[in-house]
């Protein structure tokens, strides 16, 4: 005997679906649908209280830097940018404020409210902006090694169309590293009839006491990365940091605490910087038309 439920769910435009006679486990299964549906954010959001002090705001005011204290089974102390939701105004906020506020994260974003100030510190110096490169310039050689434990150096890849990006795997808004990954899985799927020998995707680590080939592999494995096209790669602390400076990364800490913002680029087959595709509100298309652009 199959347990059925005879429940009606109202829409929001006032009309009515009816779920009689359907199975219990179609019944719950529609119900969750419907719910996600209506609601998308109610059943994966997540909310914590943060503290912090800020660093600064954007340049268009609308977005706050943040040096926040440990996230207790969420994040450790970082310094990140966070984008305030909507009703909630960052621009009254100068360096050295400090504050509390609700991180409420979501599957694909994350949103700050419910901010006010706690008090004042003396703001630190803040280090002078790295430069974006310059169009047609060649990145330094660096030594790395991907995922399967090859050693490769960036010299290697000439011949490619190549983007390059820098995450690490413990970074947990959705919005930073996780969205590099997905435009970047977008990417992967776009190009995948073009020959593969005419392209590459490198994702760099910026956590390499953390980031080993094998959590790489298993990060990688996760995103469904082609090993072939889309690399995973580690390396020494030093050549990730001449890279990601030479790439305008702004990047300093270490593994315990990390300070980074978001540098994507497109490198042509010659080895010389074609693109540079600067934090995170860049769509998956002008990447995939630079790329193109760029195969040889």
Not at 59 to 84: N, S
Not at 130 to 139: M, R
Not at 159 to 178: H, S
Not at 179 to 205: C, D, I, T, Y
């Given at each position: ?5 005879a429940?009606?769910?109202s829409?929001s435009?006032?009309?009515?679906f009816?779920s009689?006679?359907l ?5 719950v299964?529609?119900a969750?649908l ?6 998308p954010?109610?059943?994966a959001a997540e909310?914590f209280?943060?503290r912090?002090?800020?660093?600064r705001?954007t340049a ?10 440990e ?7 970082m310094t990140m940018?966070?984008?305030p939701?909507s ?8 360096p050295?404020d400090?504050?509390?506020f609700r991180?409420?994260v979501g599957?694909?974003s994350?949103?700050i409210d419910r ?6 510190v003396t703001?630190?110096?803040e280090?002078?902006?790295k430069p974006?490169?310059?169009?047609t310039?060649?990145l330094?050689e660096?030594r790395l090694q991907d995922?399967?434990g090859?050693a490769?150096?960036l010299s290697?890849l000439?011949?490619k169309?190549v983007a ?9 808004l959705?919005d930073?590293?996780p969205?590099?990954n997905?435009n970047?899985?977008?990417l992967?799927e776009?190009?995948a009839k ?5 392209w ?6 910026m956590d ?5 080939p094998e ?7 996760g995103y469904?990365?082609d090993?072939q096209?889309?690399q ?7 050549e ?8 305008g990364?702004?990047?300093s800490?270490?593994s315990a605490?990390?300070t980074h913002n978001?540098?994507?680029?497109v ?7 074609r ?11 002008e990447?995939?038309?630079?790329m193109r652009?760029?195969?040889p």
């Amino acid at each position: 005997m199959v347990a059925t439920c005879a429940a009606g769910v109202s829409l929001s435009n006032g009309d009515v679906f009816s779920s009689a006679a359907l199975p219990a486990r179609v019944c719950v299964w529609l119900a969750l649908l419907l719910l996600q549906v209506l609601h998308p954010v109610a059943l994966a959001a997540e909310e914590f209280v943060v503290r912090g002090t800020v660093r600064r705001l954007t340049a268009d005011r609308q977005r706050v830097l943040i040096a926040h204290e440990e996230i207790p089974g969420y994040m450790r102390a970082m310094t990140m940018e966070f984008t305030p939701a909507s009703g909630t105004s960052v621009a009254e906020l100068v360096p050295g404020d400090q504050v509390e506020f609700r991180l409420v994260v979501g599957e694909r974003s994350s949103r700050i409210d419910r901010l006010r100030k706690t008090g004042r510190v003396t703001p630190a110096p803040e280090p002078p902006a790295k430069p974006k490169p310059a169009i047609t310039v060649e990145l330094p050689e660096v030594r790395l090694q991907d995922q399967t434990g090859r050693a490769f150096t960036l010299s290697e890849l000439r011949g490619k169309a190549v983007a390059l990006t820098f995450i690490f795997t413990r970074c947990p808004l959705p919005d930073y590293c996780p969205l590099m990954n997905r435009n970047f899985l977008a990417l992967q799927e776009a190009l995948a009839k073009s020959p593969a020998g005419s392209w590459r995707m490198l994702s760099v680590s910026m956590d390499p006491a953390h980031d080993t080939p094998e959590v790489l592999a298993a990060y990688a494995r996760g995103y469904e990365a082609d090993p072939q096209r889309w690399q995973f790669a580690t390396g020494s602390l030093e050549e990730v940091r001449r890279l990601g400076a030479a790439c305008g990364l702004e990047f300093s800490g270490e593994s315990a605490q990390l300070t980074h913002n978001l540098r994507t680029l497109v490198i042509d087959p010659a080895g010389r910087v074609r693109r540079v595709f600067e934090g995170n509100r860049w769509r998956p298309a002008e990447l995939i038309e630079e790329m193109r652009r760029a195969l040889p």
